[in-house]
């Protein structure tokens, strides 16, 4: 029988040593996880399954409360917009004074005079006021004086202020309405809550699913991990290319999640781009591909880091 | 090159280790020299595995001190138990190779592990080395599946033995294995043990330790009860006993 020996070899240069402890560290780490990952890909598909789904959520419900963010922020807009309707021949002086007062208000941030035709105009773009316009032989819609107010708090007070002014229509004298305002930001707020709670609740469900998925993964390996520790792999060594691996998995999953979120936008956006822009605001080519990558680097983040929490476990203290 | 002390490789003192309430090995002090061969025999539950896997940080004692080649491995913090472990071959009486591996890349993971300065081609070559001489030189490129239990043993040898550690432990190594396979085996350690490395072979098989009559720790119910030194042993009735 052969006997063991000791195996005396010369030290290798510095730069050639430097190579090596290189080039083994990348290659255990990204090579071997990547072998590793191709090895077990049938126990860690569930978890690359659930990843996928729940990103895929994520990103949309991501995009869904970008947009109703800059619904919220247009309609708040809309909601600050104080017409204030001139009455028909009502003289220019008193208009001009009155736009004077408006403008010199430090709660006003400008004034726009809209004219009888300018109205009319405006009308015909808004579906159902054409047909009323058309039923009429003059222009129904009366001038107004389009004013921003700064804060829409101040709403109650500038329509107040300009109620009783000679160049006002007296029966109509401003678009003010109370409730409409209250009834918007309730439903906004409303909406705002939900979609926090529900992207809470997908996050949690995200994070739990996917831990418990690589876990299990990891927790069929667990013997790989004991002999690793038994045979002296210090600590970097056994996690490393488990971490490496939840990476590739989340990065997979988020790419494929990424993909599928930024096609379903851009399905929707080329399906109908005026009802698209009128619902979901600001949401453009440019932003769902930023979604796309957004979910693409939560995959690999949540992968690595459920594996180095899923691994941990199987560490010796 | 000499050493420049002698001292033992393996050293407990005054060793207790409780899992709860109950004492597993109780106030164990004794020492291994370089170059011993050493049974660890006693029945079921006497304490065996415990002692082992104190020697390689798997457990620490609940009192006492455990010194492996001069480190102290009852302090030992988690983050330097490798250091420790590449001084500390470990040979199981399941193999433990890694499944999706071939032979050889399982004898030369145990060698770069610990050492990332070695290269892929040179790890290869020692652990082609390393399977030539438990025998195995023709089955590098065969997965553990493909192996006997014997030969999947000799594997664990070779890649217990590349490292060239100071102490080899084995649990049970013949555990698994027919007598002619296990005397394989056996003649693999004194091998090793004839190299200056410290071999604690804990085992059943009152057979291998009589024939070989070398140093024999006998553990009962956690306490060391009987070290009998190598040679002129004798009768060895005792022994029967203690390790049924």
Redesign the interface.
């Known amino acids: 029988?052969?006997?063991?020996?000791?195996?005396v070899?010369d030290a290798?240069p510095r730069a050639a040593?430097a190579r090596?402890?290189v080039?083994?560290?990348f290659?255990?780490l990204f090579f071997g996880a990547a072998r590793?990952w191709f090895?077990n890909i049938g126990s860690i598909a569930p978890a690359l399954g659930s990843m996928t789904l729940l990103l895929l959520m994520a990103g949309v419900a991501g995009l869904t409360g970008f947009a109703i963010n800059n619904l919220e922020q247009v309609e708040s807009a809309q909601a600050s917009l104080l017409h204030v309707y001139i009455r028909d021949g009502a003289p220019s002086a008193d208009i001009s004074s009155l736009w004077d007062r408006l403008a010199a208000d430090p709660r006003v941030a400008n004034v726009v005079l809209v004219t009888k035709a300018e109205a009319l105009q405006r009308a015909q773009s808004i579906p159902g006021l054409p047909q009323i316009a058309s039923a009429s032989d003059s222009n129904p819609f009366p001038a107004s004086l389009d004013v921003q107010v700064k804060s829409i708090d101040d709403m109650a007070s500038i329509a107040a202020l300009v109620r009783t002014d000679t160049a006002v229509d007296p029966v109509n004298p401003s678009s003010y309405d109370k409730g409409a305002y209250q009834r918007i930001q309730t439903v906004i707020f409303g909406i705002a809550v939900a979609g926090l709670a529900f992207l809470a609740v997908l996050a949690f469900v995200a994070v739990t699913v996917t831990i418990n998925s690589v876990r299990a993964a990891i927790h069929s390996r667990r013997?790989?991990v004991?002999?690793?520790?038994?045979?002296?792999?210090?600590?970097w060594?056994v996690r490393g290319p488990f971490v490496v691996e939840g990476a590739i998995t989340g990065a997979l999953a988020g790419a494929a999640a990424g993909l599928a979120t930024f096609g379903l936008t851009m399905a929707g956006i080329s399906a109908g781009t005026d009802t698209f822009a009128r619902f979901a605001p600001g949401i453009t080519f440019s932003v769902a591909a930023i979604a796309g990558v957004i979910v693409l680097a939560t995959g690999v983040g949540l992968g690595s880091g459920s594996s180095l929490v899923s691994v941990r476990r199987h560490?010796?203290? | 090159m000499f050493p420049a002390v002698l001292r033992p490789i393996v050293e407990f003192k005054g060793v207790t280790r409780a899992y709860g309430s109950r004492l597993a090995l109780d106030d164990i002090s004794l020492s291994l020299e370089p170059g011993d061969l050493t049974f660890l025999v006693g029945p079921s539950g006497a304490g065996k595995t415990t002692f082992l896997k104190l020697i390689?940080r798997?457990l620490r004692p609940t009192k006492g001190e455990v010194w492996v080649d001069g480190v102290a491995a009852h302090s030992l913090k988690?983050?330097r138990?490798?250091?420790?472990?590449?001084r500390v071959g470990?040979v199981f009486q399941d193999y433990?190779?890694?499944p999706?591996l071939t032979a050889k890349e399982n004898v030369a993971?145990?060698l770069?592990?610990?050492d990332?300065?070695?290269?892929?081609a040179?790890a290869m070559d020692?652990a082609l080395?390393?399977l030539?001489?438990?025998?195995l030189g023709d089955r590098g490129s065969s997965f553990p599946n493909q192996l006997s239990g014997g030969q999947q043993q000799r594997v664990a040898v070779a890649?217990a033995?590349i490292?060239?550690p100071r102490v080899l432990i084995a649990d049970e190594p013949t555990g698994n294995l027919d007598m002619e396979t296990a005397w394989q085996i056996m003649?693999?350690l004194e091998?090793?043990a004839t190299?200056g490395t410290t071999v604690l072979v804990a085992t059943h098989n009152v057979e291998i330790v009589r024939r070989l009559q070398r140093r024999i720790l006998t553990l009962v119910e956690g306490r060391l009860v009987r070290d009998q030194p190598a040679g002129g042993i004798g009768r060895m009735e005792w022994l029967a006993s203690a390790s049924s």
């Open positions: 029988m052969a006997r063991l020996g000791i195996v070899k290798l040593m090596t402890v080039g083994n560290t290659r255990y590793n090895r013997d790989e004991t002999i690793m520790q038994l045979v002296g792999a210090p600590r060594m560490l010796e203290s | 390689n798997e988690a983050s138990v490798a250091d420790l472990r590449r470990v433990k190779l890694l999706r993971f145990g770069q592990v610990g990332l300065r070695i290269s892929d040179e020692r080395d390393a030539e001489a438990v025998g890649r033995m490292t060239q003649a693999l091998n090793v190299f």
